[in-house]
């Protein structure tokens, strides 16, 4: 028997029959002699919807107004799925984020928890009685809703199933896994069936977008299993058909490199010619900072004479026109020769804790592309990740290439 | 400067323009001076179907989780509501019920106001903030969310303004005010621009659905003046353009006869030749009792020998098939000779607290339908009140002919 923490995304309670079909998995684990909590997302479409409420009454609105609006969705869904579980036969009830309480900060639309009150959940959630936390929201200190932002339900179960002191975390979502890279470009990825929350972290910011990096942050603090696997297979997350994202200590595959993501949502930046002396990277970094561009990979490399440099970095494609002309405005300032922006690029990252103890994983990688002919414009490099940024054509021989060479395809 | 509340019912609210709309209304009301408290509906369509999804999910669903699920759409309003008015430079903000709080028995999707504990929520409308408060639901003691039943948001706002001991509570809806009739039928009915409690309590009751029932008693109850008026018209509340319902000892119009109500939901039962003895009413009403059908009218007479009587009474037209079922069933038990079902019959009533020193009221009433050749089936008065039931098709000219007669007609 043990106490877990299922969470089901917003395409898991798409529609009244997907929540149905999500209240047939907490059923099963009921039935296998487990305490079950549930936490829900917001049937899918309908945050959107609210938001563009919010949006058509005023451009500039009230985040404590714009909260309680669109904390209503996974509200909603909680009272559905509730009711679901009774139609079901199981003793179930809703739990809004103040009624828990789970206390977060002031930070409207990106509050950040403080502490989960869990005591009177935990109390009927072992008397037997499944209980469904809306997820997504919480309440201030004076009582207003708060939301976590987007993706917060993954943090709020993590949350919960920490405060509930649960031996398992079930993230239902509409992918069945973590894969080793992308599977709509590599046909030969594979599910992991584990993987360290390190490398988890990694892959989250990195762009392989199946849990929130938060919820892996809390998670890891916490030493909290969380499993990621599919709502529309037929086995329950107890039958462990996901990928568990837990410790490293526990036995892992022996991969140097566990997986490779990839993004194209990065453009490049390079000023040529910027004259070589201090201060300078402060101002092109300074003013960035200030327009609220947020920028990724930064190199920087000396001229043979030492007089000028280059530096080249990195922003998501949306800031590229904005970090643009914030440069060119400060173009006296800063005193470089020409700004070239490219957003036919894409970014690849080998990530695998195995890194730390296998030598050569750069050299192999660097050597595999050359061979291919794809020309590297940038490396960056971390103790368990090596991203790269080549030219947006060569992505998809780039990702298969790799995860050929690590080992990785499936057999 | 006056305190008022100011509820819009969800066609007022029913889109985001409406909500600007109306928006628009309470800062009016704002600049005149005034301290406002707002109290909103769902937009329309919105609480149907969120009891579509409770529906679907399960016949026989848990109130507690119903309630939860369908107080969703007023916590919606009341943030677009208060952002609406931010975007007009109106300090405001929002409150559930839980926050304010609306104290409520247990008695889920139809609870009954225990208190409402305002002095935070009065203390800052003092200080000169709009609270935008989310119609029809409440919180018990355990700090489950409640709702009051359909057409919850009036009776809200008229205990939010006994609470805050406003000078008065402004219903904004889609129609002008309380007429003399319904002024579809009668081309002549007249815009009242004042209404006893009383008299409202009869007309709401009857048939005029201007008011939810509960809404008025309280208001009664506590003395609270309550205007019925247009949210699609200039005029704010403040200017007075719709009917004010308020204490009878301020002057009234002089006629005997306020309105006329009129309604063809109900249907007529009659029992013929049932035998005269003790007990015989009992069976009838108590088998339509404990069947759950509720009896409106009933008139019994005797007949010439004494030994039989004639039982007539009506139910709503939806019933009518079940209350004959039921008296069939019972048949052996109550004796009568046969049973008569007519739906083709529209009852009509006359209202006015005039009626109380007005003598011959009734008789005019039989008079003017003697001279139309008009039949009356049934008749039932009480102190304010007297009520007839007639063949359906003669509505439109019974209801002209009593308008006219009683002096109510437009100039």
């Known amino acids: ?82 009711m679901a579980l009774q139609q079901r036969g199981i003793n179930a009830r809703s739990w809004q984020g103040w009624q828990v309480p789970l206390n977060t900060d002031s930070q409207h639309s990106k509050a950040r928890i403080i502490d989960i009150n869990a005591a009177a959940f935990r109390k009927r959630i072992e008397d037997g009685e499944v209980g469904v936390m809306a997820g997504f929201q919480g309440v201030t200190n004076d009582s207003r809703i708060t939301t976590l932002g987007r993706g917060g339900s993954d943090t709020s179960a993590v949350a919960l199933a920490a405060a509930l002191k649960a031996d398992r975390c079930d993230i239902y979502t509409d992918v069945h896994g973590v894969y080793t890279t992308d599977p709509r470009v590599v046909s030969k990825a594979r599910k992991l069936s584990r993987i360290t929350y390190e490398e988890m972290l990694e892959l989250a910011s990195l762009g392989a977008k199946v849990l929130q990096t938060r919820s892996v942050e809390m998670a890891m603090r916490y030493r909290m299993p969380v499993q990621v696997l599919s709502t529309f297979e037929n086995a329950i997350g107890s039958d462990l058909p996901g ?56 190199v920087q490399t000396g001229s043979a004479d030492g007089k ?17 002309k914030v440069l060119e405005g400060e173009h006296a300032k800063i005193g470089y020769a020409k700004l070239i922006a490219k957003d036919d ?7 695998g804790i195995g890194m730390r103890s296998h030598a050569g994983v750069a050299a192999t990688m660097f050597e595999t592309l050359a061979e291919k002919g794809i020309n590297i414009q940038v490396i960056e490099t971390s103790e368990i990740n090596i991203s790269i940024l080549i030219a947006a054509e060569y992505t998809e021989l780039a990702l298969r290439s790799l995860h050929s060479v690590y080992g990785l395809d499936a057999k």
Chains 1, 2 share one sequence.
């Open 243 to 298: 990928t568990l994202v837990t410790d490293g200590d526990e036995t892992m595959e022996q991969n140097p490199v566990t997986g490779i993501a990839c993004t194209r949502d990065e453009a490049k930046i390079t000023l040529v010619d910027v004259s070589d002396k201090p201060g300078v990277a402060a101002a092109v970094f300074g003013s960035l900072a200030r327009a609220g561009v947020n920028v990724d990979m930064i």
């Open 1 to 82: 028997m043990a106490l877990l923490v299922l969470k089901f995304g917003g395409t898991s309670v798409g529609d009244i029959e997907r929540i149905k079909n999500a209240a047939a998995k907490v059923e099963a684990e009921v039935r296998r002699g487990n305490k079950v909590a549930v936490v829900v997302s917001a049937m899918s479409g309908v945050t959107d919807q609210l938001i563009g409420y919010c949006r058509a009454i005023s451009p500039h609105h009230d985040p404590r107004e714009h909260d309680a609006v669109i904390s209503t969705g996974e509200q909603v869904t909680a009272g559905l799925m509730a």
């Open 308 to 324: 000028t440099t280059e530096i080249t970095f990195t922003v998501s494609k949306g800031e590229l026109d904005r970090a643009s």
């Open 345 to 351: 690029v894409s970014k690849i990252s080998l990530v």
